[in-house]
């Protein structure tokens, strides 16, 4: 259980536990861990839902179904009353960072996040991360926060990623409805069995849901990350972290660590579209590090751009192979697809390369 940098996420139902908006009911013990924490000389990164939770108190609503404009008013007043919650148990500054997909999508944009965090933390300042739901230009999805919080901490080089929430962890089965249902302590392999194992919260004012937890596992895990999630409504859970005693549930890092490049190209970038391949394609992407030339395309889906991520997937079993950069257009794939790579500049009058996909910009999924 040592760290040296950590991110932790904390659910809304611990910021805002009740339909009263913020309160330190549970955050008054994660903040003194937090303290401890930096005391010892760790490193810490929060990531704080509860904005949206925070707000309703304030926005007038009247229906329980909320709009994506609605959402975004209370979470744009509800931000504000979620910080100044936190500020008040810290000592040390507290920073604020809205964050959306499209800067984490931006190689640029995700490095100047990576470089102020850090700068941040070499200057004992504690930041808070939330999405930026007030100019997002999608609904509010369930979860987005746990997989931001695993993109942050591979983003800040973090070597453990805490996930709190009102669950003790992942179990057999639900234990809200199954009294036989067994924690368990450590995952070393996340598999198909155990997204079966995932539940939901039923807790009304959460947002997300064991599944999302286990994605965000799944990305950190991958990236070196030793990943809890563990309750963060139970005080003695944080003794327990203090004494180096694993109170929910582990997953344990990735020993083979895909480079950060690719992890952000698999997890953050979103794919704009799809190319099909032949068998002898697919062999020599997955088998043989090979890049992608456009004589084993065999069709093209959807209209993206040079720059754009896209699905690499096997046309005779219908799976996705890959995801990589395409260094042509949708329109351009139409034309070359199934060509030779000596061919393209005589078909387009142009060439980016002989490649389609160059190998160091694709991840093997």
């Not at 963060?232 to 972290?241: A, C, H, M, R, Y």
Request: charged share 20%.
């Amino acid at each position: 259980m040592n760290f040296n940098r950590a991110v932790i996420k904390v659910g809304s139902a611990l910021v805002a536990p009740t339909s009263d908006g913020c309160s330190g009911q549970y955050i008054l013990a994660i903040a003194q861990f937090i303290t401890t924490c930096q005391q010892q000389g760790k490193e810490i990164i929060l990531v704080s839902s509860g904005g949206v939770a925070a707000g309703r108190t304030i926005i007038q609503h009247g229906s329980p179904v909320l709009s994506v404009s609605t959402k975004k008013a209370m979470s744009s007043v509800g931000q504000m009353q979620m910080m100044a919650n936190w500020q008040r148990f810290f000592d040390v500054p507290c920073s604020q960072i809205l964050i959306t997909q499209n800067d984490l999508a931006d190689r640029e944009r995700f490095i100047s996040i990576q470089e102020t965090i850090k700068i941040q933390l070499a200057n004992g300042v504690l930041p808070i991360v939330n999405e930026n739901d007030t100019v997002t230009t999608k609904a509010l999805s369930i979860g987005d926060n746990d997989n931001l919080a695993a993109l942050v901490a591979q983003a800040c080089e973090a070597d453990s990623l805490f996930i709190l929430s009102d669950i003790d962890g992942v179990f057999t089965k639900d234990p809200n409805i199954n009294d036989d249902a067994v924690l368990i302590p450590n995952i070393d392999k996340i598999t198909d069995e155990i997204y079966a194992m995932a539940g939901t919260s039923r807790n009304p004012q959460a947002t997300g849901g064991m599944k999302t937890k286990i994605e965000a596992a799944e990305k950190a895990v991958e990236h070196g990350i030793n990943t809890y999630i563990i309750n963060g409504t139970k005080s003695e859970v944080f003794s327990s972290l203090l004494a180096h005693v694993n109170p929910g549930t582990r997953f344990a890092a990735d020993k083979n660590i895909i480079t950060a490049k690719k992890h952000w190209l698999k997890h953050t970038l979103k794919s704009r579209g799809k190319i099909k391949l032949d068998p002898g394609a697919v062999n020599a992407v997955v088998h043989n590090g090979a890049s992608l030339l456009p004589a084993g395309i065999k069709s093209v889906t959807n209209r993206f751009k040079a720059g754009d991520a896209i699905d690499i997937i096997d046309a005779q079993n219908n799976v996705v192979i890959a995801k990589g950069i395409t260094l042509y257009s949708h329109y351009d794939l139409k034309r070359i697809m199934g060509k030779h790579s000596n061919e393209i500049i005589t078909i387009l009058g142009h060439d980016y390369g002989d490649v389609v996909v160059h190998r160091d910009d694709m991840v093997i999924l």
